[in-house]
T-cell receptor
Framework: SQKIEQNSEALNIQEGKTATLTCNYTNYSPAYLQWYRQDPGRGPVFLLLIRENEKEKRKERLKVTFDTTLKQSLFHITASQPADSATYLCARNTGGFKTIFGAGTRLFVKA | ETGVTQTPRHLVMGMTNKKSLKCEQHLGHNAMYWYKQSAKKPLELMFVYSLEERVENNSVPSRFSPECPNSSHLFLHLHTLQPEDSALYLC???????????FGPGTRLTVL
């Protein structure tokens, strides 16, 4: 079955540094991967989508990469701020109507 | 959050109660979803509706009953729930299925 794996351990970084989060998937490469942000007790918010034929995608301080050889996506936040503290979810389509989500990685940015 | 709204935001119910969760999307989307999110677990897809037709039913117990009267509204009817059903229930919508999803704020459900 298809899986999405994210580092379950929280990531603690200092303000101003770059945060890098990892998403690994199994089986065949999806047509695209998505990244969402979720704050405690709230619904996820869509951030970025990267397609299979795109190596890299950027949006302001965010950058996502997609490596079909490693079956991995990396999510970077540059010049991180305390307001970036949240849980970040990776998601993939399974080929049908389903999208499966990873458990998320909790990011803490210290001032 | 004004794109997808959910009511109530918090719900406490006994195991014998019947209640309903409501979701409304104001984005003109064609697909709507129900997810369950338990602590430290990935989102679990429960149901998917596309153009008001149920297209995915992810082995959900019959004590959860979805209803989609039109493309803007989605309900989740609850009856004789168990304490392990306590979780955050999230509604989402998207233009197509599958597609980028826009989530509501969720309903925090506690079953006593």
């Amino acid at each position: 079955s298809q899986k999405i794996e994210q580092n379950s351990e929280a990531l603690n970084i200092q303000e101003g540094k770059t945060a890098t989060l990892t998403c690994n998937y199994t089986n065949y490469s999806p047509a695209y991967l998505q990244w969402y942000r979720q704050d405690p007790g709230r619904g996820p918010v869509f951030l970025l989508l990267i397609r299979e034929n795109e190596k890299e995608k950027r949006k302001e301080r965010l950058k996502v990469t997609f490596d079909t050889t490693l079956k991995q996506s990396l999510f970077h936040i540059t010049a991180s701020q305390p307001a970036d503290s949240a849980t970040y979810l990776c998601a993939r389509n399974t080929g049908g109507f389903k999208t499966i989500f990873g458990a998320g990685t909790r990011l803490f940015v210290k001032a | 959050e004004t794109g997808v709204t959910q009511t109530p935001r918090h719900l406490v119910m006994g195991m014998t109660n019947k209640k309903s969760l409501k979701c409304e999307q104001h984005l003109g989307h064609n697909a709507m979803y129900w997810y369950k999110q338990s602590a430290k677990k990935p989102l679990e897809l429960m149901f998917v509706y596309s153009l008001e037709e149920r297209v995915e039913n992810n082995s959900v117990p019959s004590r959860f009953s979805p209803e989609c009267p039109n493309s803007s509204h989605l309900f989740l009817h609850l009856h004789t729930l168990q304490p392990e059903d306590s979780a955050l229930y999230l509604c989402a919508s998207s233009q197509d299925v599958p597609d980028t999803q826009y989530f509501g704020p969720g309903t925090r459900l506690t079953v006593l």
